[in-house]
């Protein structure tokens, strides 16, 4: 279902290509601006089963995405000023932001000295569990279980269930299925428990896996003085807020932002919600994160930035450079906003 999904999706961003059809949407949809959404950026890997592979895009087609705003003509600015042309109604011109969650070492290694060959600023959000060394990727983990297994038993539902993980095609599906019901669980409790079950099984060190793609607190702190980079919080566990009770979502949104200025000793405002979708994001956590004191806060949700959003800072939309569609040609689409109206249905702003 997943990979047909992408294979419409890439169907929808060539025929806008090809058609010429974003031309025609942008003045309708390009909004005042947009919020990349990015989380790694590390040369391409050549293994075959990359299930994760959404999440990461290469140092050259950064540098194509860049290249490309500074042809438009468009301003690559911070959140900071983004919020501020958003309340004071500066839309002379049109902004891009750039943001990477989760706080990996190649936003370092990687994606800093590109950001810097063009003085693009970017805000990185840290879920300060990662930064610690403790916290649970677990989508990363699920994929090197998947990799390692030719076979995974595991109990879904209450039934015992196996799933043939030998060849690619397999893996992915095997991947897919568990990733979908992991989601899908009621509690953050229950997820990291079958996780873990699973890495316990088949011979994976889950607790390793933050330590070795993340920043630590000592290397987050020279990082976080470089004037191109500021920090976000993303909670403290990386966890699915609706499923969430109210008091706990909020610690998980307050704790992580103090523990942040408390290491880095300055000020958090900016917030982006884990997965950020509409099942885990809504505007329960939209009134958490007004509550906390953040001065904006990012979905997953797709859209361009238009002049209502100011009405609603704390559920803005985000475009995905997304690692499946690293082609130059979607760039004029993607910055049209024609892609992501078709997605919302040619709704302009969509955060309820």
Not at 65 to 93: K, P, S, W
Not at 303 to 329: C, E, I, W
Not at 335 to 340: I, L, N
Request: proline residues 4%; contains cysteine.
């Amino acid at each position: 279902m997943k990979q047909f999904r992408h294979t419409i999706i890439r169907a929808g961003l060539e025929t806008l290509y090809f058609t010429g059809a974003h031309h025609l949407l942008r003045p309708i949809f390009a909004g005042v601006g947009a919020i990349f959404m990015l989380h790694q950026v590390r040369p391409r890997r050549d293994a075959q089963f990359q299930p994760n592979q959404h999440l990461e895009i290469t140092p050259e087609f950064l540098r194509a995405v860049l290249l490309h705003l500074r042809g438009q003509n468009i301003d690559i600015v911070t959140l900071d000023e983004m919020h501020q042309r958003m309340i004071e109604r500066n839309f002379a011109r049109r902004f891009v932001c750039f943001t990477l969650d989760d706080g990996y070492r190649d936003n370092r290694d990687v994606a800093l000295p590109v950001l810097r060959e063009f003085a693009a600023p970017s805000t990185v959000f840290v879920a300060s569990d990662f930064a610690d060394g403790f916290g649970r990727m677990w989508w990363v983990a699920l994929e090197r279980v998947v990799a390692k297994a030719s076979r995974i038993e595991t109990e879904i539902d209450g039934s015992a269930v196996r799933l043939d993980s030998g060849t690619t095609a397999e893996k992915q599906a095997a991947f897919d299925r568990l990733h979908d019901w992991l989601r899908g669980l009621p509690r953050e409790a229950d997820l990291q428990r079958e996780v873990s079950t699973l890495c316990r099984r088949y011979g994976v060190d889950e607790t390793a896996i933050s330590r070795e793609l993340c920043l630590s607190w000592d290397e987050l702190k020279p990082f976080a003085a470089d004037p191109l980079i500021s920090i976000g919080a993303h909670t403290i566990t990386h966890c699915n807020l609706a499923h969430q009770t109210e008091q706990d979502a909020h610690h998980e949104m307050a704790t992580s932002r103090a523990r942040i200025e408390d290491v880095l000793q300055r000020p958090v405002v900016h917030f982006a919600y884990p997965y950020g979708d509409r099942i885990a994001a809504g505007p329960r956590e939209f009134a958490l994160a007004h509550a906390v004191g953040f001065k904006t806060a990012v979905t997953t949700r797709p859209g361009m930035m238009f002049a209502k959003n100011a009405q609603h800072l704390t559920a803005l939309p985000r475009v995905s450079l997304n690692g499946n569609y690293q082609d130059v040609r979607f760039l004029p689409v993607l910055t049209s906003g024609a892609a992501t109206a078709m997605w919302n249905g040619f709704r302009r702003v969509n955060a309820a």
